[in-house]
């Protein structure tokens, strides 16, 4: 603190004494000023030492890293799946046509209906006929084995007289066709053996 003596104020007018006293507090108040900006950091330093504090040994923020640790497990998923799909039968086989008031699993006939001795009710398929597919479910067991036996290659599943009808332009027709199941049911099977089993499961007859 400046200390003033009594008689030094006797030497200076009043006007004199508070234009000094303003310009001590002027150059306190700068120096106050100049020490705030020196020691206060800027964004950028306090941004950058976010970052760095928010980022762990991987140089990844927990963000990225969470990310990161979730990319095999979708891959191994992936994997899995096409792994499935791989494991399904599919190839070329005889389509024939049907048309049921009932079927097996009790729902009503429909476009998407399906017939098949060796697929369990509920299997979904995958047909194509040249440039056309649909996709069907299996609801009702055929053809008889005497009428999948009398086709080469084997009749493995009949179509709804509305699927053929869309996909060859005639509702009664036996055309050869590319088949791929897609899923299978979880139903009653009608038969587990005889003309064309192999094909359908993809499994050796025995």
Do not use: C
């Not at 969470?66 to 497990?73: E, I, R, Y």
């Amino acid at each position: 603190m400046i200390k003033f003596r009594s008689d030094s104020f006797d030497r200076f007018s009043t006007k004199t004494i508070a234009t000094a006293l303003t310009g001590v507090a002027v150059a306190g108040a700068g120096l106050t000023v100049a020490l705030a900006h020196a020691e206060a950091p800027s964004a950028d330093t306090v941004r950058d030492s976010t970052v760095q504090v928010s980022q762990n040994a991987s140089g990844m923020a927990p963000g990225e890293e969470a990310h990161a640790a979730k990319l095999p497990q979708r891959l191994k998923a992936a994997e899995k799946a096409e792994a499935k799909r791989a494991a399904l039968p599919g190839g070329v086989s005889t389509g024939t046509s049907f048309w049921d008031a009932q079927t097996a699993s009790g729902k009503p006939m429909s476009f998407q209906t399906l017939a098949s001795p060796y697929w369990p009710l509920g299997t979904k398929v995958k047909v194509t006929i040249g440039k056309k597919s649909a996709i069907g479910v299996v609801e009702d067991f055929g053809p008889a084995e005497w009428a999948v036996a009398q086709h080469n290659p084997p009749a493995i599943v009949d179509l709804s007289e509305e699927m053929m009808q869309s996909l060859t332009g005639t509702r009664s027709n036996s055309v050869p066709i590319k088949f791929q199941v897609l899923e299978m049911g979880h139903g009653p099977v009608y038969r587990h053996g005889g003309t064309g089993y192999d094909m359908a499961t993809g499994a050796t007859e025995k």
